[in-house]
Every structure is written in C-alpha cells, then in structure tokens.
C-alpha cells in the first residue's frame, strides 16, 4: 500500500488495483507543484470528499470528468454535483459503506462545517462534514477530515481499530498538533500518525513536532508531497 500527500489535506492511496483520491486540491494548493497534477492523479480509479470547502473539493468535479472516474461523499453534495457537473456520484451518509473488493470505506463523523461558493448570496449548504475509514491489505486506516477532537472517535475505535491515522493537525480551522495528539492518545492505538491540514498556510501548523513529542512510542511521519509512504 501506498500514501502519498497531495499537500494540504489531500492524499492518494493504492492498495490492489485501485488509486484512491482523497480531497485532491490541486489547482492554487501552496503545496502542491501545478506541474505535476498530471501525475497526481494518473491512473486514479475513485475520489473520496470530506466536504464541501473549496480547499478539499474544487478540484474534483474535474478531476471526475477528465478521467471519467466517479466521486463519492456526502449524499447532499453528490446529488447536487451529479446534476450541476454531469459526473457520476456516489452518495452516501455516515455509517455507510462503500465496498470496492482490494478496498472497504466507511464514512464517519467529524465535526467542523461543510458549505460551498461565497458568491453575493453568501455560502451554500453542502451536506455535512465527515471523515473515511478505509480499510485494506490487512491495515485501517481513519482520515479524519476536518475536525476537532471529539467523543466519537471512540466509537470509531471501538469499530474499526485504525492502526494507521491521517490526522488534520493545522489548528485555526481544525485541531492542532497538541490536539490531534490527545485525540490520538485517548482514543486510538495507532501504530502510525500522518499529519495533514498544516504548512500550507502562515496561520497553520508549520511543524508537527508538539504531535510527535505527544506520541512516544507512535511513529509519526510528515510526508512530503508526492513522495509515497510505503506500508
């Protein structure tokens, strides 16, 4: 298996015949090298959404039409996607999942805000927010999405057992380092930490060393962009 960061709060994941695109905002991420988008996402097969910020899901709608791939995520923003963009969707609703044989992924809650535009009308409802479990090869796998930390994560624990978390660790629009440590700590035996939704901005997280430091014993990687962490 294979997780490679797309910057920011976007990933690919491969595992069996599947290349998995997870909130691929490529087009103005200060992460991500536009040159390469390309290579991003050859070969993808599926795109997963949190929800429905512009920083997570902008990208998508073309990404679906050029490859011809579908888009899954919350039931609201897929129906509405599918009708706007002619693209094929695939909604459905925390709790649910989506089997795709080398690759199982749940939906499960987060807690921030999913809206979309900010046009003269203002921000438009866009489903709820949420984040995926997948599992795959033996390994689990819980993407936060954006969150904070929050008392459902031991449910999802308590279900899924992730040895492997994608936590949103930026602060300001999510939770930090300190807090995804905790959250980590309390709630979850993880065997590996990835931290995602930081560095792209001044205002974010530019290190993750206060989520190393609260994880002794967890081996917390930050990835580089576009350089594939091999599990």
Same mark, same amino acid.
Do not use: M, V
């Given at each position: 298996m294979k997780i490679i960061w797309l910057g920011h709060a976007g990933f690919r994941i491969e595992?069996?015949?599947l290349a998995l695109l997870f909130d691929p905002w490529l087009t103005g991420n200060p992460m991500f090298p536009e040159a390469r988008q390309a290579e991003a996402i050859a070969g993808a097969t599926h795109i997963f959404i949190t929800h429905g910020h512009s920083d997570h899901a902008a990208d998508a709608p073309e990404i679906a039409r050029a490859l011809g791939i579908p888009v899954h995520g919350i039931y609201d923003l897929m129906s509405f996607w599918g009708e706007k963009h002619g693209i094929e969707t695939v909604g459905f609703n925390k709790g649910g999942t989506v089997d795709l044989g080398a690759? @199982?992924?749940t939906m499960v809650n987060a807690a921030h805000s999913s809206s979309a535009g900010e046009g003269a009308e203002g921000p438009v409802y866009a489903g709820h927010e949420a984040g995926y479990v997948i599992e795959a090869e033996g390994h689990s796998i819980y993407l936060t999405g954006d969150t904070d930390v929050m008392a459902d994560m031991e449910?999802?624990?308590? =279900?899924? @057992? %992730?040895d492997i978390g994608i936590l949103c660790a930026g602060g300001f629009f999510t939770m930090d380092m300190k807090r995804a440590a905790y959250a980590a700590k309390k709630y979850f035996d993880f065997k590996t930490v990835i931290p995602c939704h930081y560095r792209t901005? %001044? =205002? =974010?997280?530019?290190?993750?060393e206060a989520l190393k430091a609260g994880l002794p014993g967890v081996d917390v990687i930050e990835p580089e962009v576009l350089e594939a962490i091999e599990i």
């Open positions: 595992t069996g015949d690759a @199982r992924i449910i999802i624990n308590d =279900l899924h @057992r %992730p901005f %001044p =205002l =974010l997280e530019q290190s993750a």
